[in-house]
């Protein structure tokens, strides 16, 4: 007769407790992470600028934090972090998902505006390096409790493919993966870990505004995605991913 199986304490989930921030974390990919990092006992803070869709979001999933705010505004980026810290009480995960494509309908550099390229950079680039900036004290406070604290910043296959039509966004991704690499460098010795992923092809607004006649059906469910991101979060976390600066998920 084979033993009896052994049934022990079920070890609690690492995102359990865990104070995690999104940006846009209303639609696509920043929703679903929002809503598996809550179901996961997480404490969940979005950021968005549209703020009824802030409140849906909060009211959808209570205990969450809403603030609305604009990573690509240089003045908003102080205002949204001390508010972040304050509804946490404190930091361990920040996730830079927010995102522009800068030029819609995609066009060729040729054809971008210089606006266009600089709404892409401020929003995917500088605005994530802004906010990571003014949120590092309480990310290392939290890593100085020992209990991990990570940056992921969400990056595309068009930050290392160079995709005609894609400049503006291609060049603002290309720099955050760069970014990001080099601050996990930087930062360990602080215990911060500062994480670059791309997601793959999901089915969300951007990607429809991107592509418009893409068949959602060979898209990825941005609820997969935010499953697999947050694997290489709890990774992170646990320092399981030795030198890695950045992991490509499947699309
Ligand atoms: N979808 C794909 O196939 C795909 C592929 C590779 C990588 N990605 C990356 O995945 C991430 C999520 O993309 P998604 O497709 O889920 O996008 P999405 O559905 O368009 O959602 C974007 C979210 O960001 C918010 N947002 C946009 N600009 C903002 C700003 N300046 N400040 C604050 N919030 C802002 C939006 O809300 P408001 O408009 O109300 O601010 C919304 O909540 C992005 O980093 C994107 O580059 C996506």
Known sequence: MSPAPA?????PDPLH???IAITGGTSGLGLALARAAHARGAKVALVARTASEVERVVRELPGS???VGDVADKGAIHPV???LTARLGGLDILVNNASSLGVVPLAPLADTECEELELALATNLVGPFRLTRALLGALAASAREG????VLNVSSDAAVQ????????GAS????RHLSAIWDLELRELGIRVLSADPGDMDTPL???AVPDADPATLKPPAQAAEELLAVVTAALADRLGQQPELETAS
Request: proline share 12%; charged share 10%; net charge positive.
């Open 81 to 83: 972090a001390l508010q």
């Open 17 to 19: 407790g865990r104070r």
């Open 7 to 11: 049934f022990g304490p079920v070890p």
């Open 173 to 176: 991704k290309a720099g955050l």
């Open 162 to 169: 160079p995709y005609p039509g894609w400049g503006a966004y």
């Open 147 to 150: 209990t991990g604290a990570v």
């Open 65 to 67: 934090a809403g603030i």
């Open 207 to 209: 990607h429809a505004l």
